[in-house]
């Protein structure tokens, strides 16, 4: 802008570009001591696209304080000029405006900056000083994010394998695995330290390691629940078998019957599974948390399969034994039946009775054949005059 001509104008222009002077000065103090950015482009080590940063920075925070002392020179050169006579002349008037237009000559400046007078100047400084702001906010950021995906990485890595060692289980074995990202997150955090604006917190080598660790801490997270709850669900395992020890006793017991009482009944292989299960539950106090971390569920899973079969087999065997009653119920009912309609005695329906009959109280006894000879006997007396009568 061009500076004012007047005295008036002279005075507010002076006031006006002094305010803005220590502004500006607020500005690159707290810049320069305050920023967490430029504190780290300062940091020794620095690789990469963050040094290249740094020394970007570096030069235009350099070129800025000397903008600023240059301004300061002028400003104060025309404050002592305005001030050498209380009432000043049009000469001087002119003076102190010539001395605010003029472009700085100061050879140690940027020459973007020389070109300029007071007013310019003062404008540019306050925008380059907001253009270094932005870069240092991103610096800022991305060492931010680094820092807390590094400590919630480490973290939830340490509390995991903490938490592993204590419970009365199976005490753990070293983990390789934990001892491997131990190592990768140093490694990382070496890397984002000197240069944190080369290191993308959303890179795809990053997020394989944060999946990774993550990945491990909740198994270390699974094996500590695991031991801690060990006790009670060793327990809990010894009770269940005790459970099936019962019921499989119950379905040789229900299978011989039915072998005794049904002819060819087709059964499912018994198999006992709990003496075996019983001694893969003793080799539990032999493992190691991770081994455990597999085998305790392996076991339990059995032993509920176990469980299920058990029932299977005794339903199947007592299901068989339940038709053979059935079907002795509906004879019974079919005779009365037959007796009510004067049926009873007639030769047909006698000989049908006593052929189903003996099938059913034959032991063993041949279902499906009985099966035929009640259902023969029903069809006679439904055949008969008056049998279809309740």
């Not at 000065?25 to 940063?53: I, N």
């Not at 006579?85 to 020389?114: C, F, H, K, M, N």
């Not at 404008?123 to 995906?149: P, S």
């Not at 339940?322 to 329906?349: C, H, N, P, Q, T």
Request: glycine residues 8%; hydrophobic residues 45%; charged residues 25%.
């Amino acid at each position: 802008m061009a500076a004012p001509r007047s005295r008036g104008g002279v005075d507010r222009g002076l006031a006006a570009l002094n305010e803005r002077r220590q502004q500006l000065a607020a500005a690159l103090v707290a810049m320069d001591t305050e920023h967490g950015g430029l504190a780290h482009l300062r940091s020794p080590g620095l690789r990469g696209a963050t040094a290249e940063v740094a020394e970007r920075v570096r030069v235009q925070v350099d070129a800025l304080w000397a903008g600023f002392a240059a301004l300061g020179t002028v400003l104060d050169a025309a404050a002592r000029l305005r001030t050498s006579a209380r009432w000043p002349s049009r000469t001087q008037v002119t003076e102190v405006s010539a001395l605010l237009e003029a472009p700085i000559a100061d050879e140690s400046l940027p020459g973007a900056y020389r070109v300029l007078g007071a007013a310019a100047l003062c404008y540019r400084l306050d925008e380059d000083c907001r253009q270094i702001r932005g870069t240092l906010t991103v610096v800022d950021e991305r060492v931010a994010a680094l820092t807390a995906l590094l400590g919630r990485l480490e973290s939830a890595l340490t509390d995991a394998d903490a938490g592993l060692g204590v419970g009365a289980g199976p005490a753990p074995a070293a983990d390789a695995e934990v001892d491997a990202h131990r190592t990768a997150l140093r490694e990382l955090r070496a890397r984002a330290t000197a240069d944190p604006l080369g290191t993308d917190p959303a890179g795809a080598d990053v997020q394989r390691l944060v999946a990774a660790v993550e990945k491990t801490a909740a198994r270390l997270a699974r094996q500590a629940a695991l031991r801690a709850g060990y006790p009670a669900r060793r327990a809990a395992v010894q009770e269940a078998l005790d459970r099936l020890a019962a019921a499989e006793s119950a379905a040789r017991d229900v299978y011989a019957l039915a072998t005794e009482k049904i002819h060819d009944p087709r059964l499912p292989a018994a198999t006992d599974s709990e003496p075996a299960l019983r001694r893969r539950l003793a080799t539990l106090e032999r493992l190691d948390v991770v081994a455990l971390d597999t085998a305790l569920p392996a076991l339990e899973r059995s032993v509920r399969e176990a469980l299920d079969h058990a029932g299977e087999r005794h339903r199947f065997a007592d299901g068989l034994l339940a038709r053979r009653e059935e079907l002795r119920g509906r004879l019974e009912a079919y005779r009365a039946k037959a007796a009510r309609l004067g049926l009873i005695e007639r030769s047909d329906v006698l000989a049908g009775y006593s052929a189903a009959r003996a099938l059913l109280w034959t032991a063993p006894c041949d279902l499906p054949a009985a099966t035929r000879a009640v259902v023969a006997y029903q069809r006679s007396l439904l055949e008969s005059p008056g049998g279809g009568a309740a």
